[in-house]
Each structure stands twice: as C-alpha cells, then as structure tokens.
C-alpha cells in the first residue's frame, strides 16, 4: 500500500509539473509510455523537462541552413530521434532511455491500427526502423559524449548526420519516397500500410541530389 501511494503520488507530481498543460500532454503519450512513467516515477520529471525541451530545439532545426528541413524520414527527423536519447542519456541511465524509446515506437504500432497521426504522418515499419537506429545512435552519443554543452551536443549530431552516420528514409528532390532500386512510390503503396517498400538509408543522402 505504502509503494502504491508513492507511485501514485510521484505521478501526479509528474502531470503536473509544467504550466504548459503536461496532463494534455500526457493523455497523449501511448500507454506503453504511461507504463514507463509509472515504472520509473523518480526519474519522470526529468524525462519530461528534457523531452519537452528536445522537442522545442529539433522543431527549430526545420530550418536549419545545414540540415534538409524534412522532418518525415528525412535528417531533422533524425536529429529528433538521436538529439531526444542522447539529452536524455546524458542525464539519467541509459537503459531506462532505452526503454523509452522502445515504449515510444510501440506507441506508434498503435497509433498506425487507431489510424493517429505522428509528426502529421501515419507511422509505419520502416520509419519505425529508422527511429530505432537513429535512437540507438542517440543514446550511444549520450554516453559517450555525457559532459558536453546542449550546444555542443547539438553540434556533434548535425555533424554525425552529414558524415552519413544515422538514417533517413531515401527521397527525390521532390520530396517522393524512394524503393531501394531508386523507383517512385506510389502514395497507394505506402498509405495506410504498414509494411511498405520504403527504404532506409544513410542520413549523408540528401533528397535533393536524387531526381
């Protein structure tokens, strides 16, 4: 009973943390990430501060002069990933981050059969794979890089993007999604479909040097 209060209690310190409404914001997470917040209440406040500023940062990078400015498959999407894990992973362990991310991508599982939206798209297989790298990536660059500066954080990750080291979907110029031979999909063969012929590749693949 005692365990239970506690719970209880480091959770509804949690919702209600911010003025920014974060039980809106909560009622919107999955319920496999409600589920890691009851299972880690000391840390979640934490995880919620940082995510919240992740989030405010990697929306800034839409228009970023070195990134590509897509934000769906593309290397802004990849920064989001990889710039969320690796905040957090500077600041709290590594495996409950990893938890996180992985109840994240469960969410989206689900969000694809309730027909929700993430990020304005309908979540699919292979952008879920690509998440999955582009989080692994993130939380080993937390580790590794765990006394650096926001800044230099921020640094570090556009850098390893344009070096080609995370993942996007691949893309033409004109925005299209690409199959591994290179050939146009047609929205029918993606929309609303979960496994689904787009291909992951290197995050150095900008779209607009593909026709």
Sequence with gaps: MKKSFVL??????????????????????????????????????????????????????????????DGNGGQVDAFRHAFWM?????????????KLGKA?????????????????????EPSCQMDYLNNDIGIAIGRQQDNISQDSLIRFIKQE???????????????????????????ESYQGKWLNEKCIVSSNLKSKTIE
Excluded at 24 to 48: D, G, N
Excluded at 104 to 124: S, V, W, Y
Excluded at 166 to 176: S, Y
């Design 8 to 69: 209880i209690f480091l959770f509804v310190s949690f919702i209600t943390f911010s003025q920014e409404s974060p039980f809106q914001k909560f009622k919107k997470i999955s319920c496999a990430e409600k589920r890691w917040v009851l299972f880690h209440p000391f840390i979640a406040k934490k995880t919620f501060r940082i995510s919240s500023n992740t989030s405010k940062i990697s929306n800034e990078m839409l228009s970023d002069s070195l990134l590509d400015g």
């Design 104 to 124: 994240h991508e469960k969410g989206n599982k689900k969000d694809f059969k309730k027909h929700r939206f993430e990020e304005g798209t309908l979540p699919d």
């Design 161 to 187: 993007i344009l070096l080609g080291k995370m993942f996007v979907l691949k893309k033409n110029k004109l925005g299209n999604f690409l199959d591994a031979d290179g050939n146009v999909l047609l929205l």
């Design 86 to 98: 690796a905040s957090l992973s500077q600041q709290i362990r590594w495996r409950a981050v990893y």
